[in-house]
C-alpha cells in the first residue's frame, strides 16, 4: 500500500524576531584549552581561544572566561588580538569586532558601523592610535572616530581579502594579501595617508609554493615573515629567505611557523607545528616535546616576558611560562571540564542528566546541571556520532561499532557480524514503546548497497535492509504511533512500522523529531517540513535560517527547532517555530557562540541545547512570562549588562545611570548611580538579584 503524497508550499508573511533576543538566559560551556593567538598586557595574558576569550593572571596564575553569553564578544572563536595605544583589548571574530577599554566593552559590526563584513581577522594597532582590521572584504582603518575601508577599488590591493598584518614603528602598515587563496600575492606597506608600497612575492622572492602564517615588526623596523617551511626576512626592500626550524621529520604541518617575537639581543623566536626556536640569523636553536624540553606538540603563540617565556599550545592545552630552564603549564582556560569544543552528539538519560560527545574525541563528558564529569576510557574508539540514553540509564554510543555504557562498565559491539562492512554509526533511538535500541546504518550486503536499520531488543540483533535506498542514515524518530523515521543521506525519507513495511517520501533530509500531536519534523534540502499525517507542508520566510539546516529537534512546549550549519562556516546558528512565528537564532542575538550547530538537543523542562563545531555548547532556558531567567547577559535595545554571573564588577549600559537592585523577594538592596558605566556588587551576598534602570529590568548572579 502506498500514501499518496500531497505536497503544500506554505510561505507566510513571518513576524520577524531576528533582531532581538527572545526573553531568556544563555550559559556557554566551553573548553578553552586551544589557543588561536596571545598577547601581553602588563601583568596579564589575554589568549584568543576558539571557545572565548581568556584574561589571564600571571601573578596569580588564575584566568577568567569570556564568551558570546557572559560578555559582548560577537562569537567564541577569537581569531587575533591588539592592545592599542591607549591601552585598550581589541578583538576580530567571524562575527565582528570588540573592543575592552577599562573594562568596558564595545562591539563593532556590521550593524553599526560602515565595516563591509563581519568575518575579521588579522588587527594591529599603531604609534597614532589607529587600529588596522583585516576582513575578507577589505582593510578597515579605525582612528577613534572614523572608519576608512580600503579596497581593489579604490587602493593598491589586487585583493580584498586580508591574511595578515603588522604595524612599524613610523605607523605604517604592513599588509598580506590571503597566500592560500591568491595566486599572485602581495605583500603592501601603507603609512595609512597616501603612499603605498607594494611588493609582489613572486617578483621580488620568488614563489616559494608557501602558505605564510605570522608576521612581525622588529627592534629595527625590517619585517619578518614566518611560512611554511621558510622564515622571509625584509628589510630596505631586500629579502633574505631562510629554512624554517626542522619538523623532526614530521612532514607537513609541523614547520609552519605560525607566530613570531623577538628577544632583547635580536633573536627571532617562532611556534610551529614542531616545537619552539629562536633563530639568531645564522641557525636555529630549537626546544620540541620530543626532546623532552617542551610540553606541546604545537603552538600558536609566543612571548617574551623579561627572561621568561610564554608559549600558547595548540590542540594540546593551555598555556606553558619555561623559567629557569623549567616548563609550567597552565591549562585552567575554561569555564567547565567539557572535554571537546566539537559537539557531535548530546543525549539526556533517566535522571536528567546531560551527556555529550565531541568528534574526534574519545572522552564522555556529563553534565548533572551543577557538575561535569568525563569518561575517558569508555569509548572503543574516537569518531562519536549519535548517542542515546534507555530506559534504565544506559548510554548508547554509536561510534565505531556500539558501546553501551551503565555509568561504570563499558560494553562494545562489532556490527561487521552482521551483514555489514560499515561499522560507523550516525543514528540512534531509544524506543520506549518497545523497550528497543534502533541503529541507523549503510550496509554492503551480499545484495548490494543498501541503508538499513538495525534492531536490538536486549538479546538479538535483527538487520532490516531497505530495498530500494541507499546511503547512511543520519538521523532517527519514533512517532506517536510507533512508527520509526529514518533519513538516509542523500536519499528519501523513510516511515517504517517496526515490522514489515516502509514508505518512502521524496524528501531529502538530515534531521527528523516528532511531537505530541503526531507531527513529524523535517530539516530538508528545502527548509523546514511537517508531516501531519496526510500530507507535508514547507515552510519559507523571514526567521527561517537556509545555510544548511541539519539537526530537529521538539522541546517540551511543542515547539519546533532547526539548527543550521552553513556550508562556509559564515552565519548560521538556529530558528524556532512556535506554531505561528519563527525566530532565528545566530551568534549575533543569542549566547550560540558558533554558527556552525552540529546538534541540538530539547531538555525535560522546556531548555535547548546546542553544539556546536568549535565554540562548545549552549543552553538556552526561555523565561516565563513572569520576567528573565538568571545566568546569562541580557540584551535590550536599550539596556546591558555583564558579565553574568559576575563576583563584583557589574558593567551596565544603559540610558540611565539610576539603577536599583532588589532581591527576588522584591526587597532593594542596592541603589545609586552607576559611575562610568559599572556598579559594585561585592558586598552582595551569593544569590540571584534582579537590577533596573527604571525601564528596562534584567537578572544576574553574584558568585
Same mark, same amino acid.
Given at each position: 500500500?502506498?500514501?499518496?503524497?500531497?505536497?503544500?508550499?506554505?510561505?507566510?508573511?513571518?513576524?520577524?524576531?531576528?533582531?532581538?533576543?527572545?526573553?531568556?538566559?544563555?550559559?556557554?560551556?566551553?573548553? #578553552?584549552?586551544?589557543?588561536?593567538?596571545?598577547?601581553?598586557?602588563?601583568?596579564?595574558?589575554?589568549?584568543?581561544?576558539?571557545?572565548?576569550?581568556?584574561?589571564?593572571?600571571?601573578?596569580?596564575?588564575?584566568?577568567?572566561? +569570556?564568551?558570546? =553569553?557572559?560578555?559582548?564578544?560577537?562569537?567564541? !572563536?577569537? &581569531?587575533?588580538?591588539?592592545?592599542? !595605544?591607549?591601552?585598550?583589548?581589541?578583538?576580530?571574530?567571524?562575527?565582528?569586532?570588540?573592543?575592552?577599554?577599562?573594562?568596558?566593552?564595545?562591539?563593532?559590526?556590521?550593524?553599526?558601523?560602515? *565595516?563591509?563584513?563581519?568575518?575579521?581577522?588579522?588587527?594591529?594597532?599603531?604609534?597614532?592610535?589607529?587600529? /588596522?582590521?583585516?576582513?575578507?572584504?577589505?582593510?578597515?582603518?579605525?582612528?577613534?572616530?572614523? /572608519?576608512?575601508?580600503?579596497?581593489?577599488?579604490?587602493?593598491?590591493?589586487?585583493?580584498?581579502?586580508?591574511?595578515?598584518?603588522?604595524?612599524?614603528?613610523?605607523?605604517?602598515?604592513?599588509?598580506?594579501? #590571503?597566500?592560500?587563496?591568491?595566486?599572485?600575492?602581495?605583500?603592501?606597506? +601603507?603609512?595609512?595617508?597616501?603612499?603605498?608600497?607594494?611588493?609582489?612575492?613572486?617578483?621580488?622572492?620568488?614563489?616559494?609554493?608557501?602558505?605564510?602564517?605570522?608576521?612581525?615588526?622588529?627592534?629595527?623596523?625590517?619585517?619578518?615573515?614566518? *611560512?611554511?617551511?621558510?622564515?622571509?626576512?625584509?628589510?630596505?626592500?631586500?629579502?633574505?629567505?631562510?629554512?624554517?626550524?626542522?619538523?623532526?621529520?614530521?612532514?607537513?604541518?609541523?614547520?609552519?611557523?605560525?607566530?613570531?617575537?623577538?628577544?632583547?639581543?635580536?633573536?627571532? /623566536?617562532?611556534?610551529?607545528?614542531? $616545537?619552539?626556536?629562536?633563530?639568531?640569523?645564522?641557525?636555529?636553536?630549537?626546544?620540541?616535546?620530543?626532546?623532552?624540553?617542551?610540553?606541546?606538540?604545537?603552538?600558536?603563540?609566543?612571548?617574551?616576558?623579561?627572561? @621568561? %617565556?610564554?608559549?600558547?599550545?595548540?590542540?594540546?592545552?593551555?598555556?606553558?611560562? %619555561?623559567?629557569? =630552564?623549567?616548563?609550567?603549564?597552565?591549562?585552567?582556560?575554561?569555564?567547565?571540564?567539557?572535554?571537546?569544543?566539537?559537539?557531535?552528539? *548530546?543525549? *539526556?538519560? =533517566?535522571?536528567?542528566?546531560?551527556?555529550?560527545?565531541?568528534?574526534?574525541?574519545?572522552?564522555?563528558?556529563?553534565? @548533572?546541571?551543577?557538575?561535569?564529569?568525563?569518561?575517558?576510557?569508555?569509548?572503543?574508539?574516537?569518531?562519536?556520532?549519535?548517542?542515546?540514553?534507555?530506559?534504565?540509564?544506559?548510554?548508547?554510543?554509536?561510534?565505531?561499532?556500539?558501546?553501551?555504557? @551503565?555509568?561504570?562498565?563499558?560494553?562494545?559491539?562489532?556490527?561487521?557480524?552482521?551483514?555489514?562492512?560499515?561499522?560507523?554509526?550516525?543514528?540512534?533511538?531509544?524506543?520506549?514503546?518497545?523497550?528497543?535500541?534502533?541503529?541507523?546504518?549503510?550496509?554492503?550486503?551480499?545484495?548490494?548497497?543498501?541503508?538499513?536499520?538495525?534492531?536490538?531488543?536486549?538479546?538479538?540483533?535483527?538487520?532490516? %535492509?531497505?530495498?530500494?535506498?541507499?546511503?547512511?542514515?543520519?538521523?532517527?524518530?519514533?512517532?506517536?504511533?510507533?512508527?520509526?523515521?529514518?533519513?538516509?543521506?542523500?536519499?528519501?525519507?523513510?516511515?517504517?512500522?517496526?515490522?514489515?513495511?516502509?514508505?518512502?517520501?521524496?524528501?531529502?533530509?538530515?534531521?527528523?523529531?516528532?511531537?505530541?500531536?503526531?507531527?513529524?519534523?523535517?530539516?530538508?534540502? &528545502?527548509?523546514?517540513?511537517?508531516?501531519?499525517?496526510?500530507?507535508?507542508?514547507?515552510?519559507?520566510?523571514?526567521?527561517?535560517?537556509? $545555510?544548511?539546516?541539519?539537526?530537529?529537534?521538539?522541546?517540551?512546549?511543542?515547539?519546533?527547532?532547526?539548527?543550521?550549519?552553513?556550508?562556509?562556516?559564515?552565519?548560521?546558528?538556529?530558528?524556532?517555530?512556535?506554531?505561528?512565528?519563527?525566530?532565528?537564532?545566530?551568534?549575533?542575538?543569542? $549566547?550560540?557562540?558558533?554558527?556552525?550547530?552540529?546538534?541540538?538537543?530539547?531538555?525535560?523542562?522546556?531548555? %535547548?541545547?546546542?553544539?556546536?563545531?568549535?565554540?562548545?555548547?549552549?543552553?538556552?532556558?526561555?523565561?516565563?512570562?513572569?520576567?528573565?531567567?538568571?545566568?546569562?547577559?541580557?540584551?535590550?535595545?536599550?539596556?546591558?549588562?555583564?558579565?553574568?554571573?559576575?563576583?563584583?564588577?557589574?558593567?551596565?549600559?544603559?540610558?540611565?545611570?539610576?539603577?536599583?537592585?532588589? @532581591?527576588?523577594?522584591?526587597?532593594?538592596?542596592?541603589?545609586?548611580?552607576?559611575?562610568?558605566?559599572?556598579?559594585?556588587?561585592? #558586598?552582595?551576598?551569593?544569590?540571584?538579584?534582579?537590577?533596573?534602570?527604571?525601564?528596562?529590568?534584567?537578572?544576574?548572579?553574584?558568585?
Amino acid at each position: 500500500m502506498r500514501y499518496f503524497i500531497i505536497i503544500l508550499v506554505v510561505t507566510f508573511s513571518f513576524l520577524d524576531r531576528s533582531s532581538a533576543q527572545e526573553s531568556g538566559s544563555w550559559h556557554t560551556f566551553t573548553n #578553552s584549552a586551544t589557543p588561536t593567538c596571545m598577547i601581553e598586557d602588563g601583568q596579564y595574558l589575554w589568549v584568543g581561544t576558539d571557545a572565548g576569550l581568556v584574561k589571564f593572571d600571571k601573578l596569580a596564575d588564575t584566568s577568567q572566561v +569570556f564568551n558570546s =553569553s557572559n560578555s559582548l564578544l560577537p562569537q567564541n !572563536k577569537v &581569531n587575533n588580538i591588539t592592545r592599542d !595605544k591607549a591601552g585598550a583589548i581589541w578583538a576580530t571574530t567571524y562575527g565582528g569586532v570588540v573592543r575592552i577599554q577599562g573594562g568596558v566593552w564595545t562591539k563593532f559590526t556590521t550593524s553599526n558601523t560602515p *565595516m563591509p563584513s563581519n568575518n575579521t581577522n588579522p588587527i594591529a594597532a599603531d604609534s597614532l592610535g589607529r587600529v /588596522w582590521i583585516g576582513s575578507g572584504s577589505g582593510l578597515l582603518k579605525f582612528d577613534g572616530g572614523q /572608519w576608512t575601508i580600503y579596497t581593489s577599488a579604490n587602493s593598491p590591493l589586487v585583493s580584498n581579502s586580508i591574511y595578515m598584518l603588522a604595524t612599524d614603528r613610523a605607523s605604517n602598515v604592513w599588509i598580506a594579501t #590571503s597566500w592560500i587563496s591568491d595566486s599572485t600575492p602581495q605583500l603592501l606597506k +601603507f603609512d595609512g595617508a597616501a603612499s603605498w608600497e607594494v611588493h609582489s612575492i613572486s617578483t621580488d622572492v620568488g614563489y616559494y609554493g608557501s602558505n605564510a602564517f605570522s608576521m612581525m615588526v622588529s627592534r629595527d623596523n625590517s619585517l619578518w615573515i614566518g *611560512m611554511e617551511g621558510y622564515i622571509a626576512h625584509v628589510q630596505n626592500r631586500k629579502w633574505t629567505v631562510t629554512a624554517a626550524m626542522p619538523d623532526g621529520g614530521n612532514g607537513p604541518g609541523y614547520n609552519y611557523i605560525f607566530a613570531l617575537t623577538e628577544d632583547r639581543v635580536k633573536n627571532v /623566536w617562532a611556534s610551529t607545528g614542531y $616545537g619552539i626556536g629562536y633563530f639568531d640569523g645564522l641557525s636555529w636553536k630549537t626546544k620540541t616535546r620530543y626532546t623532552g624540553t617542551y610540553p606541546f606538540e604545537r603552538s600558536r603563540g609566543v612571548i617574551l616576558d623579561g627572561s @621568561d %617565556l610564554w608559549v600558547a599550545g595548540y590542540e594540546a592545552g593551555g598555556i606553558a611560562k %619555561l623559567k629557569d =630552564s623549567t616548563w609550567t603549564v597552565f591549562s585552567n582556560l575554561s569555564n567547565c571540564s567539557l572535554s571537546s569544543n566539537y559537539i557531535q552528539a *548530546m543525549t *539526556m538519560d =533517566s535522571r536528567g542528566r546531560y551527556w555529550f560527545s565531541g568528534r574526534f574525541d574519545p572522552t564522555l563528558s556529563m553534565f @548533572d546541571g551543577k557538575s561535569w564529569k568525563n569518561y575517558d576510557s569508555v569509548l572503543h574508539g574516537s569518531f562519536v556520532q549519535s548517542l542515546a540514553a534507555d530506559s534504565s540509564g544506559n548510554i548508547w554510543i554509536g561510534e565505531n561499532g556500539i558501546t553501551k555504557f @551503565d555509568g561504570e562498565k563499558a560494553m562494545h559491539f562489532d556490527l561487521h557480524q552482521l551483514d555489514s562492512n560499515s561499522n560507523v554509526i550516525y543514528a540512534l533511538l531509544w524506543d520506549k514503546k518497545r523497550g528497543t535500541l534502533w541503529v541507523g546504518n549503510g550496509f554492503e550486503g551480499s545484495s548490494g548497497y543498501h541503508s538499513g536499520l538495525i534492531r536490538y531488543d536486549g538479546e538479538k540483533w535483527r538487520t532490516y %535492509l531497505y530495498p530500494s535506498i541507499y546511503g547512511q542514515i543520519q538521523s532517527l524518530a519514533l512517532d506517536t504511533s510507533g512508527n520509526i523515521w529514518a533519513s538516509p543521506y542523500d536519499a528519501n525519507i523513510t516511515e517504517f512500522d517496526g515490522d514489515t513495511t516502509f514508505h518512502y517520501f521524496n524528501y531529502i533530509t538530515l534531521g527528523l523529531a516528532s511531537d505530541a500531536k503526531g507531527n513529524v519534523w523535517a530539516s530538508t534540502s &528545502n527548509g523546514p517540513a511537517k508531516w501531519d499525517g496526510t500530507s507535508w507542508q514547507t515552510f519559507s520566510g523571514s526567521g527561517i535560517l537556509t $545555510g544548511g539546516l541539519d539537526g530537529c529537534t521538539v522541546d517540551a512546549n511543542g515547539n519546533a527547532w532547526f539548527s543550521d550549519f552553513p556550508n562556509m562556516g559564515i552565519g548560521g546558528g538556529a530558528c524556532e517555530y512556535d506554531g505561528k512565528n519563527w525566530q532565528a537564532f545566530t551568534p549575533a542575538n543569542s $549566547g550560540i557562540g558558533s554558527g556552525m550547530v552540529w546538534s541540538i538537543m530539547a531538555g525535560k523542562n522546556g531548555e %535547548l541545547w546546542f553544539g556546536s563545531n568549535g565554540a562548545g555548547v549552549a543552553e538556552f532556558i526561555p523565561s516565563p512570562s513572569a520576567g528573565v531567567s538568571p545566568f546569562s547577559t541580557q540584551h535590550t535595545s536599550d539596556f546591558t549588562i555583564y558579565p553574568n554571573p559576575t563576583t563584583g564588577i557589574l558593567h551596565i549600559q544603559s540610558t540611565s545611570n539610576n539603577i536599583v537592585i532588589t @532581591d527576588l523577594l522584591g526587597r532593594t538592596r542596592m541603589r545609586g548611580v552607576a559611575e562610568a558605566g559599572a556598579i559594585d556588587v561585592s #558586598s552582595l551576598p551569593k544569590g540571584v538579584y534582579s537590577i533596573g534602570d527604571g525601564k528596562s529590568r534584567s537578572r544576574f548572579v553574584k558568585e
